[in-house]
């Protein structure tokens, strides 16, 4: 990128400081006492990993900072990150009931960073590694949340694990995509470090396909796990979009990971064309940066914005101007780079596709245009790694949703190459699900998934003679107490 850096390191530091901060020790306590310890708790549903929120609350509101951890750490492997980074406000903290009481809902989010943070810090043992070994060899390629979620959960079961990395650091979105006021590199690296800890070998700077074949990854290992995340953005197809200064999001937030915050340059009047969580990154760490006038373009209504609500807030924090219902016709040149970018108004036409209204056109000057329309399916990167993969009309690889299980009997996906994109805890959910699939399939034993509350019901919990609600794992304790199997749903 041409563009040169526009603030100071100082100024760049502080701009970048992170939004949320972390509870304090009593902060911590008195919040997590506000938790009226759901039996039937509609936050672990919410959350793709399973955690039992109420229950590491619960260590919390006792002082067991570390037994929280090691809590959630069980049910989630980036449990520190997905605090940072998961939309908490429509996942777990959007089901709490409190909110139905039209009352603040538990700051699940900010409690889960509490307990991993004072847990890592103290240096406690919060994974142990497996004291027998199958003799069996997993590859997973791609080290991104969902091929760690993976790694980690056969680790953790006696496998020996190799992940394949093409980038010079593991981590895929959590180390190089994730807006650095949420959360930064180093944070992601340190948490793979301790992930790394279980025994799993990683080896960067080797993408399958290209320095090994698939073939012979297929050959070495008794399973694979494929987690490579999703391709290249899409391009805006319109004229001048290869003039310099034109720059997709996501290489321009890559370049905010990799390099010093003061050397990254930036344009003094930034245009983003896109309306999801993608583009908000884009134009915040834009202003961040030192950009002058940053806006959004997109071309549908405010309605349809697919970024969170809490996302936008952000970037109206910044200062970030929105233009609904416009449309890029055109990059306008000067000088051998971007001067403008030429907008239409855009209405859905006959057909139900945007379309750009005749003679609605005009001009809005930019030194930089940030693309963040989405990015590429990866069905030609599987297709070369392994040929025979079965691929749907949508250009995700056929597979299980429930294991990751393909075509291929040894070849299992998860992640945004099989689910077309969604959060770092899914991604993690994702890899953890195949991976008691992909133990069952080398050893033949399978694994129970964890048994939620809500599986239960309190009724049948009171029918095993308790008379107050209890946790799941209470509750299969009582049931075989009395002789019974446990319910399943």
Same mark, same amino acid.
């Given at each position: 990128?041409?563009?040169?850096?526009?603030?100071?390191?100082?100024?760049?530091? $502080?701009?970048?400081?992170?939004i949320q901060r972390p509870m304090a020790a009593m902060e911590a306590r008195v919040e997590a006492n506000r938790c009226l310890?759901?039996?039937?708790?509609?936050?672990?549903?919410?959350?793709?990993?399973?955690?039992? +929120?109420?229950? !590491?609350?619960?260590?919390?509101?006792?002082?067991? &900072?570390?037994?929280?951890?090691?809590?959630?750490?069980?049910?989630?492997? #980036?449990?520190?990150?997905?605090?940072?980074?998961?939309?908490?406000?429509?996942?777990?903290?959007?089901?709490? +009931?409190?909110?139905?009481?039209?009352?603040?809902?538990? @700051?699940?989010?900010? #409690?889960?960073?509490?307990?991993?943070?004072?847990?890592?810090?103290?240096?406690?043992?919060?994974?142990?590694?497996?004291?027998?070994?199958?003799?069996?060899?997993?590859?997973?390629?791609?080290?991104?949340?969902?091929?760690?979620?993976?790694?980690?959960?056969?680790?953790?079961?006696?496998?020996?694990?190799?992940?394949?990395?093409?980038?010079?650091?593991?981590?895929?979105?959590?180390?190089?995509?994730?807006?650095?006021?949420?959360?930064?590199?180093?944070?992601?690296?340190?948490?793979?470090?301790? +992930?790394?800890?279980?025994?799993?070998?990683?080896?960067?700077?080797?993408?399958?396909?290209?320095?090994?074949?698939?073939?012979?990854?297929?050959?070495?290992?008794?399973?694979?796990?494929?987690?490579?995340?999703?391709?290249?953005?899409?391009?805006?197809?319109?004229?001048?979009?290869? #003039?310099?200064?034109?720059?997709?999001?996501?290489?321009?937030? *890559?370049?905010?990971?990799?390099?010093?915050?003061?050397?990254?340059?930036?344009?003094?009047?930034? +245009?983003?064309?896109?309306?999801?969580?993608?583009?908000? &990154?884009?134009?915040?760490?834009? =202003?961040?940066?030192?950009?002058?006038?940053?806006?959004?373009?997109?071309?549908?209504?405010?309605?349809?914005?697919?970024?969170?609500?809490?996302?936008? @807030?952000?970037?109206?924090?910044?200062? =970030?101007?929105?233009?609904?219902?416009?449309?890029? !016709? $055109?990059?306008?040149?000067?000088?051998?780079?971007?001067?403008?970018?030429?907008?239409? @108004?855009?209405?859905?036409?006959?057909?139900? %596709?945007?379309?750009?209204?005749?003679?609605?056109?005009?001009?809005?000057?930019?030194?930089?245009?940030?693309?963040?329309?989405?990015? @590429?399916?990866?069905?030609?990167?599987?297709?070369?790694?392994?040929?025979?993969?079965?691929?749907?009309?949508?250009?995700?690889?056929?597979? &299980?949703?429930?294991?990751?299980?393909?075509?291929l009997a040894t070849v299992f996906v998860g992640g945004d190459c099989a689910n077309g994109g969604r959060e770092v805890v899914?991604?993690?959910?994702?890899?953890?699900? $195949?991976?008691?699939?992909?133990?069952?399939? #080398?050893?033949?034993?399978?694994?129970?998934?964890p048994l939620q509350p809500s599986r239960l019901g309190a009724a049948r919990a009171r029918g095993a003679g308790l008379e *107050?609600?209890?946790?799941?794992?209470?509750?299969?304790?009582?049931? %075989?107490? =009395?002789? *019974?199997?446990?319910? *399943?749903?």
């Open positions: 990128m041409t563009l040169k850096p526009i603030l100071s390191e100082s100024e760049i530091t $502080a701009n970048f400081a992170e310890n759901c039996f039937d708790a509609p936050c672990i549903q919410a959350c793709p990993t399973g955690i039992d +929120v109420p229950a !590491f609350i619960q260590r919390i509101a006792e002082g067991r &900072d570390v037994a929280a951890a090691r809590l959630i750490l069980e049910a989630n492997i #980036l449990g520190a990150s997905c605090a940072r980074v998961c939309p908490t406000a429509v996942l777990c903290e959007g089901s709490c +009931v409190l909110q139905d009481r039209d009352e603040k809902p538990i @700051e699940i989010g900010r #409690l889960q960073r509490h307990a991993t943070d004072v847990a890592l810090a103290s240096g406690a043992r919060l994974m142990t590694r497996a004291t027998n070994t199958t003799g069996k060899r997993v590859a997973v390629v791609g080290s991104g949340p969902s091929g760690l979620g993976c790694a980690a959960d056969l680790a953790q079961r006696g496998h020996a694990v190799t992940i394949f990395e093409r980038a010079d650091r593991p981590g895929g979105l959590n180390t190089y995509g994730i807006a650095y006021y949420k959360m930064t590199p180093e944070e992601s690296l340190a948490e793979i470090a301790r +992930v790394a800890e279980l025994g799993i070998e990683i080896r960067c700077g080797v993408e399958v396909g290209r320095d090994i074949a698939g073939a012979e990854v297929l050959r070495d290992f008794d399973a694979v796990f494929v987690g490579i995340g999703l391709g290249d953005g899409h391009r805006l197809g319109i004229e001048g979009e290869d #003039l310099k200064g034109v720059v997709d999001a996501l290489a321009f937030i *890559r370049e905010v990971h990799s390099r010093p915050l003061h050397e990254v340059g930036v344009g003094e009047r930034v +245009v983003v064309v896109g309306g999801g969580n993608t583009a908000i &990154d884009a134009a915040t760490q834009s =202003v961040r940066l030192g950009a002058k006038e940053v806006t959004i373009a997109y071309r549908r209504s405010e309605r349809e914005m697919t970024a969170y609500e809490f996302e936008q @807030e952000i970037a109206r924090a910044d200062g =970030v101007r929105t233009l609904f219902g416009v449309m890029p !016709f $055109a990059v306008i040149e000067r000088e051998g780079r971007v001067a403008a970018v030429r907008l239409a @108004e855009a209405r859905a036409g006959a057909s139900g %596709r945007i379309e750009a209204v005749a003679g609605s056109h005009y001009d809005l000057p930019c030194d930089m245009l940030l693309k963040a329309v989405g990015q @590429e399916r990866q069905s030609e990167m599987l297709a070369r790694i392994f040929p025979e993969l079965s691929h749907g009309a949508n250009g995700l690889p056929m597979h &299980d949703s429930a294991t990751g299980a393909t075509n899914n991604a993690v959910g994702e890899g953890k699900r $195949a991976a008691l699939a992909i133990h069952a399939f #080398l050893t033949g034993e399978t694994v129970a998934t *107050r609600p209890i946790r799941a794992h209470e509750a299969e304790a009582a049931w %075989r107490s =009395v002789g *019974r199997s446990v319910p *399943r749903g």
